[in-house]
Structure formats: C-alpha cells, structure tokens
C-alpha cells in the first residue's frame, strides 16, 4: 500500500527513469534498442520493474505512465535524428494491455509522435500475448491504424502465454520475441532447443522477424545464429543502462 501512494506522485516528482537494452544483428552491429522503465522513488532503493509495474496495472497508473513513457520515446527518437549512428536505430517500447485499451491509445501515441516530430517506423511498440485473448477485432484494428503510420509491433515474452498460433496470424505483427526463459537452457537442454527452432522456423514462415533474449554466451549466440535467429538481445551485448549512458557510449564509437 506505501508503494502504491509513493506510485502515485512519482510521476510528479520526476521519479522515473528510462534504462535502454541494445538489439543486435548477426554481426553484433546494433539496430536498435528497448526501452526499460525503472523507479526511484525518495530516499528509497531501486524498484524493479517487476515489483511496480503489476501494482502500476492493477490501480490504472500504468496508463499516465504509460503515456510518459511514450513520450520520452519520442523525444529520444526526435533527438537521435541528429547523430548519424543514432539514427539508424529504431527504439522499442513496453506497451501494458491496460495501456493499449484505453479507447484513445492511436492518438496518444499519434500526438506524441507529432509533440517531438518523430519519425514512426523508428518506434516499435511491444505487446505481450495476454492482449491477443479477447476482443480481437479492437486490438487488430488498433494495431492497423498504427501500422498505417509506420509504426511496427513486436509480441513480447512468445511462448510464455496462452497465444495459439493459429492466433498469431490474426494479427499484423511483424516480429516475435522469444522470451528468455527459452534460450537459457539451449545448449544443455534440448527441448529447449527444440522449442527454440520451431520459434524460428514458424517466424519466418509467417514472415515475422525473431527476436531471441536473454542471450548471454557466445554458445548461445552461435546456435542461435546456425538456427536461423537475426535478432539478438541479452547481457552479452550489453545491460539495460541509463539512456543518457547508451547514448554517450554511442557517442564514443561513432
Ligand atoms: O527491465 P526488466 O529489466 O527487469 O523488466 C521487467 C519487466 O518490466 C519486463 O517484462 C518489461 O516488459 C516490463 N517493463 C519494463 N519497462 C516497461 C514499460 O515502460 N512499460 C511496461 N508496461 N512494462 C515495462
Ligand atoms: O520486456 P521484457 O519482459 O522482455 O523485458 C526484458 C527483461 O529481460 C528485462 O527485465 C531485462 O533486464 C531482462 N534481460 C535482458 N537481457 C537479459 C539477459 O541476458 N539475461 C537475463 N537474465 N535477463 C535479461
Ligand atoms: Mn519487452
Ligand atoms: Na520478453
């Protein structure tokens, strides 16, 4: 109950910040980055994500911060258009089921886009399987609507869900997100494995770009590689880090 008042001001008292994880190709060049929300409330510790942003869902919260979020995302993208290696880089952000419900999310993230004047096909909302269960016809006309602006989407955590895949094809996605629980064990369990390149294999006979996370070894990195995987994210190639830090060390290489 004290998180939830402390949840209630920390978008006033500017308590959010914004970490970003880099995305990886099959060279390790990057392509892109997600953008990871963390708390710091007053005089207190670091919240994870996964103590707040349940309670930010139950009590409605999610929804401003949401759209802060979005925000800042825009901004970043704006920003990024004046450095060469920046731009390159599309930026993909979190968007909760409760968020994407609200009856006016195509144009918050419209007027965001147009508040910072970014440029749409840079930003790639990511959406998890539990939106895909009811009211199929509203999420899909959503995501239409976005799509026509440019706006790609990813399905975050695959596999983790009750999303068949015969579901899958209702919707205009153009990339998957293996979640990380899968690609731990591959070189040491070959279920996993198996899962693993069924994954790949489904993606990109549906024509939809696989994301693998959760990478962390060299082994797992090459497997996946050898499997068909284009996309990587995981600690190898870098933690989430404060936006303001990625962008410096960016900086740095150019
Ligand atoms: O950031 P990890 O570093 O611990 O993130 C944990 C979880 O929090 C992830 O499942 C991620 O989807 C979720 N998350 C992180 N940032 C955001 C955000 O900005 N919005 C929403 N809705 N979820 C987020
Ligand atoms: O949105 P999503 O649930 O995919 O959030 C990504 C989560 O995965 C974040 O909590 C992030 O900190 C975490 N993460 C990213 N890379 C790795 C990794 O290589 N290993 C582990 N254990 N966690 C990771
Ligand atoms: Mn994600
Ligand atoms: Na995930």
Not at 187 to 207: F, H, Y
Request: net charge negative.
């Amino acid at each position: 109950a004290r998180l939830e008042a402390g949840l209630r001001h920390a978008l006033v008292r500017d308590e959010f910040v914004l970490h970003a994880q880099p995305l990886v190709d099959r060279d390790s060049g990057l392509v892109g980055a997600e953008l990871l929300l963390r708390w710091l409330p007053d005089g207190l510790q670091l919240v994870p994500p996964d103590d707040f942003i349940p309670l930010a869902e139950e009590s409605g919260l999610i929804v401003p911060i949401g759209l802060w979020v979005l925000d800042q995302a825009c901004a970043t993208l704006r920003r990024w258009d004046d450095d060469p290696r920046l731009r390159e880089l599309y930026l993909a952000v979190n968007v909760s089921a409760r968020q994407f419900r609200q009856p006016d999310f195509v144009d918050q993230v419209c007027a965001a886009l147009a508040r910072h004047g970014a440029d749409p096909r840079r930003l790639k909302l990511e959406l998890t399987e539990s939106l895909l269960l009811d009211k199929v016809d509203e999420v899909v006309f959503k995501m239409r609507a976005l799509r026509l602006l440019g706006v790609r989407f990813s399905l975050d955590d695959f596999g983790t869900g009750y999303a068949s895949l015969s579901y899958l094809k209702k919707f205009p996605f153009d990339q998957l997100k293996v979640d990380r629980s899968f690609v731990r064990d591959i070189m040491s369990d070959p279920d996993d494995a198996a899962i693993i390149r069924a994954i790949i294999a489904m993606g990109r006979s549906l024509r939809l770009s696989v994301v693998a996370e959760g990478v962390e070894t060299e082994g797992q990195y090459a497997y996946l590689i050898e499997h068909g995987c284009t996309l990587f994210q995981g600690y190898m190639f870098g933690r989430p880090q404060a936006l303001s830090q990625f962008e410096a060390m960016l900086d740095g290489c150019s």
